[in-house]
């Protein structure tokens, strides 16, 4: 059973331009943050799709690479999300407008 | 099969984390068929094991509630939907025309099995891993430092006891 590559490239743009529209349009810092995550795991499809097509293996080790840079953006970035909650008890970015206190 | 996870996907909205660990799951069995089995392994340990554990946690911690609807600004709308409009057309007319070219994939076509993928780590890839490592360090220090309160850090621990 074969699938045609454009499938793959066609399911990773879909998943990658819903990480760009939440991203645009959520009001939310986590659901922002959520964003990101499905447009970097558009990204890995597309990654693992194309080292199925030229048969290589190296993309999925650059996939494992953006999983790992991933986990430490994340971490980092829930860690910022939860000292802004602290100062401005708030979640809503519109709010957030201040670099300083 | 990929035209179902497809219709999985598109369909789902992206305001709740228990759809991203849905799109998580699904990309993981994708990533099975398509042969990469220890991506798929790593997928479901990292992504739908720790990084939603970390959304969810966040998301309690903090109690959020529903968004607030807010209005974007005016340009953005006159400036976007033309925009959107013709990046489609261009992506819609980029397909079409490169659609009897297309490649096949077969599935299973990857042979993902860990030994290889840990001689090509660790012999090519040796220096990126170890810098990830050191990545991974300061991320967890960073986000230490970040997420403990001003107070905690400040306080002078022998002046406590």
């Not at chain 1, 999983?67 to 602290?86: P, Q």
Request: proline content about 3%; aromatic content about 8%; overall charge neutral.
């Amino acid at each position: 059973m074969e699938i045609p590559l454009s499938y793959y490239l066609v399911l990773s743009g879909i998943l990658f331009t819903c990480g760009v529209l939440g991203f645009l349009i959520k009001r939310n810092i986590i659901t922002i943050f959520m964003s990101i995550e499905l447009m970097l795991n558009g990204v890995n499809l597309s990654f693992v799709a194309y080292a199925a097509h030229w048969h290589a293996l190296s993309g999925q080790v650059f996939v494992f690479f953006v999983m790992v840079v991933a986990a430490a953006e994340s971490a980092v970035g829930l860690a910022i999300i939860i000292a802004v909650y602290r100062t401005r008890e708030t979640l809503n970015v519109d709010q957030v407008n201040l670099l300083k206190l | 099969m990929a035209g179902a996870v497809n219709l999985l996907v598109q369909s789902h909205p992206i305001n709740s984390a228990l759809s991203l660990i849905v799109v998580m799951a699904s990309l993981a069995a994708e990533y099975l068929l398509l042969g990469a089995e220890f991506v798929a392994a790593v997928q479901v340990i990292v992504y739908a094991g720790a990084i939603m554990v970390l959304f969810l946690i966040t998301i309690m911690l903090l109690n959020a509630g529903k968004e607030v609807r807010s209005k974007g600004s005016h340009v953005a709308t006159l400036l976007g939907v033309p925009g959107v409009t013709i990046g489609a057309l261009l992506v819609g007319w980029t397909l079409v025309g490169r659609s009897s070219t297309t490649q096949l994939v077969s599935i299973g076509a990857l042979w993902g099995d860990p030994k290889s993928i840990a001689r090509l780590l660790f012999h090519d890839f040796l220096l990126p891993f170890e810098v990830t490592s050191v990545l991974i360090l300061i991320a967890i220090m960073g986000a230490v430092v970040l997420a403990s309160r001003p107070e905690a850090i400040a306080r002078d621990p022998r002046k406590d006891q």
